[in-house]
């Protein structure tokens, strides 16, 4: 049976006005009187009915988390972070899943909306600046992730072309002169900007940049990663890569997987070089060199976004937060084992 | 701006009260009207006050997912599932996370009510029977993955013992002798389980069952398979174990790393069996055999359990499902490679 406001101001001998000004955490209280009514909440177990409060508050007390897919690992780390960060600031996380189509990032963003949650943090993979407009005027939302030129909200990202570049770098550092990438794809920003630093780092090489080392994903689960390097392998026989820069570790993981079982040398015949930081990448045989976002500092920073622009309510001054990204580098590019 | 009950009334050329009935899905309202009604909830976009209309309903309309953590592929793939059923039943999902620890899962527990969700799905894995206590009276739950001897509620599962027996009777029929067993834990009920299966194979077989082949695991990561296995061949130097079944996908990721950074040959040195069927067992170097449970009849199951209870609201009559599982065997095990 769930204890009342009146169950409690009974055992404490005191006003159910009272237990409610303690319950709300109004100042004026008499810390006699707050001692009592303290020991009542205990003994009692009683809990706030949040959502009638929020509700005279004019909030809900949630946020929504719109990700592509829990089951894609990064997501899956990302939305941990996010969670634990969000619910140490008070909130509860809602979750939808979007699969990385625009039209299902279009209907959570429509659907979004002060009756639901008091705000979103939305890792999109598909929309475009104009879409933004279907975000109910007024509602708070950051953007993980995602250029954000054009996009007139909070974002916590991180730098993709220069990330992209440096992994690019890092490969022809090592003397490498054909390298691939695999993930291209014309309907996600996120690779388009990767495509740019990976071209800006070949030019800036003197490297050739040939349209046939760049490999299509149309998504960016491991067995794309598969495919993408099968497709590089039959392709370009005689001609294959000596690298490839992946667009994500799954990517990265699939095509290592591939190029080991046509019988290539990792990184001796062809180095690898994959982007996330995950732990997969740490533990693959042979280990992933891998672009790591600080997912820790991406996941702080867009609560801290979300919870200020829900107190503030105004649609000025947005911020773009660029995290901080390091490369690791290990064995599928070094050839230097670790232990 | 947000459209209200009246700017659509006003469209419609109807009453509120009539717009409130087409809103709220009752049944008599003249055809008429209803087409009126719902070319201008259209036209203005009105979303009606989910959270107010649930109040009303004495329903929030949410249900809380609590996992260890969704950082853990296993959990953020089942996490997916569950919201993507759940979602498709017309519930909003919350998510807490406990990182396996008991506090937080009895605090989850606890805290779970009906003023914040109408029912919660919970995958433990450190609760024992007597903490099903902390379950409000009469609050839906329904237990994820875990032993249902004492707790008396909804469970959805899969038969353990007999996965882990299964897994290492393959081991046997491959010619192993001296298999070992990465990941007991004994705070984990899932753990203990397993372990009674590893040992029930290898008692029917006729083996010894030997203290020194079974590895503790504090948590189940990468790293902790990596340790697991270094202290395996540390001690049992000269005496190594032939094949070693553990007991998830990560784990068994770590032990196959930490194998072949050794100098072993997998499996012709040492097989290597894991548990979850994940993407990345299929993916690794050899590809991991693996215990796959079916993830998609857990979540589906679970959410009709859920669903179910919050329609009835009597605790009666507890359901307790087992999900499928097959043996995935790969090259880890078998040696034989597939394309």
């Not at 009592?36 to 988390?65: C, D, H, M, S, W």
């Not at 897919?69 to 939305?79: C, N, R, V, W």
Request: charged fraction near 25%.
């Amino acid at each position: 049976m769930t204890a009342t406001l009146k169950d409690v101001a009974e055992l404490a001998g005191v006003s159910v006005k009272t237990v409610s000004n303690v319950v709300n955490g109004y100042a004026f209280v008499r810390a006699e009187n707050r001692l009592k009514v303290e020991a009542a909440l205990a003994q009692t177990g009683y809990r706030p009915n949040i959502g009638a409060r929020n509700l005279r508050r004019g909030r809900t007390g949630f946020l929504a988390l719109v990700v592509p897919d829990l089951g894609i690992p990064y997501f899956g780390e990302l939305a941990g972070l996010v969670i634990t960060a969000a619910q140490s600031s008070g909130w509860n996380v809602l979750i939808e899943q979007t699969q990385g189509e625009r039209d299902r990032e279009l209907e959570s963003l429509g659907s979004l909306g002060p009756h639901f949650v008091d705000g979103a943090i939305v890792s999109p993979e598909a929309l475009v600046a104009e879409d933004v407009g279907q975000v109910p005027a007024g509602f708070p939302v950051v953007l993980l992730g995602e250029q954000t030129a054009g996009f007139d909200l909070d974002r916590v990202g991180i730098d993709n072309v220069a990330a992209a570049r440096a992994a690019t770098q890092h490969l022809i550092d090592l003397g490498r002169t054909r390298i691939a990438m695999i993930g291209d794809n014309p309907r996600r920003a996120t690779a388009q900007l990767r495509l740019q630093g990976y071209r800006q780092a070949l030019t800036e090489a003197g490297l050739p940049v040939l349209d046939d080392l760049v490999a299509p994903a149309d998504s960016f689960h491991r067995r794309d990663g598969v495919l993408a390097m099968r497709g590089l392998l039959d392709r370009l026989d005689g001609e294959r890569p000596d690298a490839v820069f992946c667009c994500n570790d799954l990517l990265a993981v699939g095509a290592l997987h591939e190029a080991v079982v046509s019988g290539l040398r990792v990184p001796e015949d062809i180095a690898v070089v994959g982007f996330d930081g995950s732990d997969e990448a740490r533990y693959s045989l042979p280990p992933l060199s891998t672009v790591a976002p600080d997912k820790g500092a991406i996941a702080t920073s867009a609560v801290r976004l979300i919870s200020e622009r829900v107190s503030r309510r105004d649609g000025a001054g947005y911020e773009d937060v660029q995290a901080p990204f390091v490369l690791e580098t290990r064995q599928s590019t070094t050839g230097i084992t670790e232990r």
